[in-house]
């Protein structure tokens, strides 16, 4: 995102823009609001202060399902950021098979480098394409190159009119003008459906395989670069359509267009300046009350070795090296077995701002269920639309699934707005099922009376519904 698009998206304009896919949840919106727009007025402040603002981590607390991973999910689309997720259960200690805390820097940079050669790629596209139809052009058309001719003895010159004459009825131009009519018709897309054969340049077919929980990429190290380098590159020849050769050669030639170094520091200047990570289930690396062996004992490694990546550290990846200093990292976990006082002491300190994002009520259910852009019943009814069947949700429908909804998240276990899914896809299962071959209707009512029906036997079997739903 453009800094004048960035001065924009003020803290309101982002929980309006979140409103849009999340319910409630207030609070958590406005502390990554806050720590969004923060990056936006550190880069403004004059060099020597702007190093010392660190920015604010944020834990959010909460059960499975009240939109974390939403927010962050979100926040991404919302923001031009290098932004990545990871699941802190994925790490291990080094030492263990798993996953080293440092590829989520990696993985971070890997976003950036590759959003950055995207911007330039859009901005080299009109002289890609270009160089492309002179490619198509030298294929279908060859230019005609002038002979080379010996020195004449000085002769008469000729008229003006007889040189224009000769000139008209040379080789070379009758294939300029042919080259130019040729070029018309490409750019008119009325040559698209002939077929043209073609050079490509094929990547070199390099296969490798490290042992052991370490590959190359956690090593910073860019193998297929580097072989690449060494091996000499092939020509393919391909046969395809023209404008299929069209797209193909613009993208070639928009790669020789673009310079790897300047996107390669672009990126892990954004990395630095605008990065977030987002670590997802960090509850499972909290240090559980009993001190023993098997799967805890890396536990509170991964902790110690998360440390100076969120303190600041530099990084070695495969672009340069990356200092974490000014990252934003968001951190979720549910917390319904530990507690984020079980993190060791200097993990909460990194950590400042914790936000508790509370459990949804029926209320929440019935907005979640029509109120955002993506609601699940929007895309029920689309996908059934496709069949010639139209979903008709009456509003006493809704709040009846809604209300199962809760009582089963009360019964059973407390899975969110995720129970949703579970109870509409087990209400609408025969529906789902019978069309197209067997249509209800055009149109089918979705009434209390029918989610009653449906729903009704295996709610008030508990045994059941533990499975079910």
Known sequence: MSNRSMKELTPTKIVDELNNYIIGQTDAKRAVAIALRNRWRRQQVEDVLREE????????????????TEISRRLAKLTAAPFVKVEASKFTEVGYVGRDVESMIRDLTDFAVNMVKAEKTKEVQPKAKEMAEERILDILIPPVRKPHRPVQPVQKEPKPAETKQVEEESEEYKNVKTREWMKEKLKKGEMDKKMIEFDSQAPPAIGMQVMGPMGMDDMGINIQEIMGNIMPKKRKKRKTTIAEAKKFMTQEEAQKLIDMETVQREAIGKVEESGIVFIDEIDKV????S???????????????????????????????????????????????????????????????????????????????????NALLKQYCALLETEGVKLDFTDEGICEIAKIATQVNEQVENIGARRLHTILTTLLDEILFDVPD????????????????????????????????
Request: hydrophobic content about 40%; glycine content about 8%; cysteine-free.
């Open 286 to 289: 909290a240090g559980s009350n």
């Open 53 to 68: 603002i660190l920015p604010n981590n944020i834990i959010l607390i909460g059960p499975t399902g009240v939109g974390k």
């Open 438 to 469: 067997k249509v209800p209707a055009e149109t089918v009512k979705i009434t209390a009376e029918f989610v009653k029906d449906k729903l009704d036997k295996i709610v008030k079997d508990r045994d059941l519904s533990k499975f079910i739903l």
């Open 291 to 373: 001190k023993g062996q098997g799967p805890d004992v890396s536990r509170e490694g991964v902790q110690r070795d998360l440390l100076p990546i969120v303190e600041g550290t530099s990084v070695n990846t495969k672009y340069g090296i990356v200092k974490t200093d000014h990252i934003l990292f968001i951190a979720s976990g549910a917390f319904h077995v530990s507690k984020p006082s079980d993190l060791i002491p200097e993990l909460q300190g990194r950590f400042p701002i914790r936000v508790e994002l509370l459990s949804l009520t029926e209320d929440d259910f019935v907005q979640i269920l029509t109120t955002p852009q």
